[in-house]
């Protein structure tokens, strides 16, 4: 079966970005969470129905993810959220998706010694920690202006990684 989540993590210069897609499969367990947020039991979700089961699901797509940059957890900001068929009636069997999309900036690096860090070193470390009752969720690396020297998991290849699993830790050149 496949995992009901998948990762993207985007690495710049200018930041972290990461793609959460998550999907609850299509029958009884998707009728059973639209029938759940039908409040007043009328068989059509409003909009304000609609928004809460897409909150739902953005929070059960990030619960356990967390971004670690040299170490240290990052804050994640959440971007956008983009539910797919929240808006179908309640007894749709139709499968439910989201994708959240999160952000943060590099935080600052630690200096021990000014030479080396600024001009040398240019290697940051990156781990992406993101687990549940199903495994480890797969995930894609991109990196825009910089290179993947050592992965985890899955197959570094210069700006990707492909095939990788969570927790995933990188060694990112600029």
């Known amino acids: 079966m496949a995992h009901p989540r998948h990762e993207v993590l985007r690495l ?39 928004q809460a089961l897409a909150e739902y699901l953005a929070r059960t797509a990030t619960l356990r993810t967390r971004l670690l940059v040299d170490g240290a957890e990052v804050a994640l900001r959440r971007e956008s959220v983009r539910p797919e068929k929240v808006d179908l009636p309640a007894a749709s069997t139709a499968l439910l998706a989201v994708r959240v999309e999160l952000s943060s900036a590099w935080p600052e690096k630690k200096k021990k010694n000014f030479f080396f860090d600024h001009f040398l070193n240019t290697t940051r470390d990156v781990g992406l920690q993101d687990e549940d009752e199903t495994g480890h969720v797969p995930v894609a690396v991109e990196c825009d202006r910089c290179t993947v020297t050592n992965a985890s998991s899955g197959v570094p290849d210069g700006p990707l990684v492909r095939g990788a699993n969570t927790p995933l830790h990188l060694d990112v050149r600029f």
Do not use: I, K, M
């Open 12 to 50: 710049a210069p200018s930041g972290l970005r990461l793609l959460v897609d998550y999907e609850v499969a299509a029958g009884e367990p998707a009728r059973a969470l639209r029938q759940a947020f039908d409040r007043d039991r009328n068989g059509t979700l409003d909009p304000g129905e609609q």
